[in-house]
């Protein structure tokens, strides 16, 4: 779900300790976070990823709350690589890209 559909379902939803929410598509403003998990559920998954690669990090919201700008972990089954315009691996302190390749791919 989207974090705007995340902040209308805590407004009108009663906590239910066993449901997990996970969240994608833009990130998650923390205020809307640490509502979600005190009011929804404490168990709040950020996800990341794209159409062509499919979900690509994944994390629990509690740490892209303690680490702004942070998409979680990279899932297992997929290689991320930070790599210049043409490819090769690049140092990191060099503008560039990830490229990523999962089952989706």
Do not use: N
Not at 15 to 23: D, K, N, R
Not at 51 to 63: D, P
Not at 70 to 95: K, N, W
Request: glycine fraction near 6%; aromatic fraction near 2%.
């Amino acid at each position: 779900m989207a974090p705007a559909q995340l902040e209308q379902l805590v407004k009108s939803a009663w906590p239910l300790l066993e449901l997990t929410v996970s969240v994608s598509t833009s990130s998650l403003p923390r205020l809307v976070s640490e509502r979600a998990r005190t009011r929804l559920t404490p168990s709040l998954r950020m996800m990341y990823g794209s159409t062509e690669v499919g979900m690509v990090t994944a994390c629990h919201a509690g740490l892209a709350d303690a680490m702004p700008g942070v998409t979680g972990f990279v899932r297992p089954d997929v290689a991320l690589e930070i790599v210049d315009r043409d490819g090769r691996p690049c140092p990191s302190a060099r503008p560039a890209k990830c490229a990523a390749a999962g089952r989706a791919a």
